[in-house]
């Protein structure tokens, strides 16, 4: 069995873990389950209240694995980007059921930084400047950024979670960059620091 921690997998393997659950093997679905938890966690984790987190990641992976037969790869569609419509989906159905807008938390934890106190100060004053910018921009600059630059999501994943072409994709990534620097800019931040 793959060792995720050790290595990423590639999304040929990942089609294969997919046909595998397709097939029933929750084992195989485990190993998808713990490849994007992380990341659909934090994308959720910026889009809706820190209570609401975990029931719609759970939310998530029960509705993938329940869907998993439907899932069918195209050259234009990839796992990852069907499981960030489904997150994207559930956060919009989110918001309708209870009408309220999130707020970016700045206390998330990173297990990767060092444990120095001197860093970890600096570094969650930067989180808590860099939320209160993203905070500032509009809704879909605020999706742009954290599915680009938090996520690392591809232009192209991100155009089949938004459904939207590669090059609006582009265009708001320019301008969500732009404002967030005019942001920055306003709260006294230097861009080069």
């Known amino acids: 069995m793959m060792n995720i921690k050790d290595s990423k997998i590639s999304d040929k393997e990942i089609e294969k873990l997919v046909i595998k659950s397709q097939q029933g093997d929750a084992e195989a679905f485990g190993i998808i389950y713990d490849t994007y938890v992380t990341p659909i966690y ?14 719609l990641v759970e939310q ?9 037969r439907k899932y069918k790869k195209r050259k234009q569609t990839s796992f990852k980007s069907w499981l ?14 209870t009408r ?20 970890q100060a600096s570094e969650s004053l930067n989180n808590d400047r860099l939320k209160k910018a993203i905070e500032k921009l509009k809704p879909n600059y605020q999706q742009i950024i954290i599915l680009k630059f938090l996520n ?12 939207k072409s590669e090059g ?21 931040v230097n861009s080069y620091e």
């Open 100 to 119: 309220e807008h999130a707020s970016l938390d700045p206390r998330f934890s990173d297990t990767k930084k060092e444990s120095n106190p001197v860093i």
């Open 152 to 163: 690392e999501l591809s232009n192209e994943e991100i155009s089949k979670v938004l459904k």
């Open 84 to 97: 960030f419509r489904i997150a994207h989906n559930l956060v919009v159905d989110h918001y309708r059921l």
């Open 60 to 68: 998530l992976f029960l509705k993938a694995w329940e869907n998993i």
């Open 42 to 55: 934090r994308y959720i984790f910026y889009k809706v209240k820190r209570e609401d987190v975990e029931d």
């Open 168 to 188: 609006s994709v582009r265009i708001l990534q320019f301008r969500a960059l732009k404002a967030l620097k005019i942001i920055l800019s306003d709260m006294g």
